[in-house]
């Protein structure tokens, strides 16, 4: 900021006038702000997750949930994978029906598919060996079910 002094009158007084910033001025934190706004922005994008990944930390999570709830109630279940959900199957006398307590677990962005269409779970930590494939654009991932039998 530039600042002007100006000697008036035969007293001396010497009186003070601010001329503000110059446009330079200006134009130089204008363009630091800018600068440090799209670094801010470029690693936020970096940081955040992509949909595939995502979506198999979701399905992965859902497995295990799956798996706990199956030992605690000591009830098979089944997993039937379509291309845009997932959905538990419980055992209800004998048929096996829609589970009212496991959520359906739903995605539309990404193609999922799997080499097997159910996958069992039973209380004793068996799982049906799957490997459930999930892409996006150039991207792709695959889960594979594991046994955990004790």
């Known amino acids: 900021m530039r600042t002007k002094i100006l000697a008036t009158g035969t007293n001396n007084s010497i ?4 001329a503000g910033f110059t446009l330079i001025e200006l134009l130089v934190v204008v363009m630091i702000v800018g600068i440090m706004t799209s670094l801010v922005t470029l690693s936020v994008d970096l940081v955040k997750p992509s949909a595939v990944k995502s979506l198999k930390v979701k399905i992965q999570s859902h497995i295990v949930s ?12 089944r997993l039937i994978v ?33 080499d097997v269409n ?22 792709s991932s695959v889960i594979n079910t594991k046994t955990n039998e004790r």
């Open 15 to 18: 009186i003070k006038h601010n």
């Open 66 to 77: 799956v798996q706990n709830h199956s030992q605690l109630y000591n009830k098979p279940i």
């Open 82 to 114: 379509h291309s845009d959900k997932i959905q538990s199957l419980t055992l209800n006398g004998p048929s096996w029906k829609p589970s009212k307590v496991l959520p359906i677990l739903e995605f539309d962005s990404v193609a999922v598919s799997s």
């Open 118 to 139: 159910t996958i069992e779970v039973l209380p004793n930590g068996f799982i049906t060996p799957a490997s459930i494939t999930l892409s996006k654009d150039d991207e």
